[in-house]
C-alpha cells in the first residue's frame, strides 16, 4: 500500500488528536530537555534536527523537511540523506509546503515536492503535504503582527498544523528549541506573538531556549 500523502484535513499534520506532544525546534540551548521531549507520545522535529540523538533527546516520530529552496536541493543531492539517523528513525514526515504547478516553478525551480516525495515514497512511511488552506490560516494567524502577507517559517507551519490537529481538550504542547530567529525574510516576532498568545490559550507551552555563553 503506498504511504498518506494527505493534503486534505485542517491540519494535515497525521498526528493522533490526543496525547502529550513534543514540538523540537533547532535553536541551541535545550539543555537537559531530552528525557522529557523523549517521554512524550509523538516527537516532531525539523529538517536537520540540531541535537538529534544527543541532549534534545533520541526519538522522533514526525520529521518536517522543507520543500521549497537550496536545503532541500543541496538533500537532494546528497546520495546519503536517507541514511542519516533522524530520518531512519522518523516514522512519518511532514512536507510543509503544498505544490506548486509547474509553470510557477521556473525559471529557477524552488519547489521540490515532486522530487521530495520520489525520495521519501520508497520508504514506505506516511507522508503528510500542509495544504493550501493551511498556509491561509497562517497568514490570518500572523496578520495582527505582522504589515502585508507574511512568509512563515518551516516551524510556525508545522506547530500551527499540530494545533489545529488536537482535540480542545488533550494536554498542550510543548515546544523546545524555538528561538524565533534566522532568515531574515521570516517574521520572527509575529510568530513569537502568535506563541505566546496560544500558550495564555492553554493550548502549548514554550521552553525558551537556554543562553549559550560566548
Not at 541535537?51 to 536545503?71: P, S
Not at 506573538?193 to 537556554?210: D, K, N
Request: charged residues 15%; neutral net charge; aromatic residues 8%.
Amino acid at each position: 500500500m503506498p504511504p498518506d500523502v494527505d493534503p486534505l484535513s485542517a491540519g494535515s499534520a497525521g498526528l493522533p488528536a490526543e496525547g502529550s506532544l513534543a514540538i523540537v525546534g533547532n535553536a541551541p540551548g535545550i539543555g537537559a530537555a531530552g528525557a522529557a521531549i523523549d517521554a512524550a507520545d509523538s516527537v516532531v522535529r525539523f529538517n536537520n534536527a540540531a541535537g538529534f540523538g544527543g541532549g534534545a533527546g533520541r526519538r522522533v516520530t514526525h520529521l518536517a523537511l522543507v520543500n521549497r529552496g537550496g536545503q532541500t536541493r543541496e538533500w537532494l543531492a546528497n546520495p546519503t540523506f536517507l541514511k542519516r539517523p533522524v530520518v531512519r528513525a522518523a516514522q512519518a514526515f511532514i512536507l510543509p509546503f503544498p505544490t506548486l504547478p509547474a509553470a510557477q516553478n521556473v525559471p529557477e525551480p524552488i519547489c521540490w515536492t515532486r522530487e521530495m516525495l520520489a525520495l521519501l515514497q520508497p520508504l514506505g512511511r506516511p507522508i503528510h503535504l500542509l495544504s493550501d488552506a493551511l498556509h491561509a490560516r497562517a497568514h490570518s494567524g500572523l496578520a495582527p503582527w505582522t504589515a502585508g502577507p507574511p512568509n512563515p517559517s518551516t516551524g510556525f507551519l508545522v506547530t500551527l498544523a499540530l494545533l489545529l490537529d488536537r482535540a480542545a481538550h488533550a494536554p498542550p504542547a510543548q515546544a523546545y528549541g524555538f528561538g524565533f530567529a534566522g532568515w531574515p525574510g521570516h517574521p520572527w516576532a509575529a510568530e513569537r506573538a502568535w506563541f505566546t498568545e496560544a500558550e495564555s490559550a492553554g493550548r502549548l507551552r514554550v521552553h525558551p531556549p537556554i543562553p549559550q555563553d560566548h
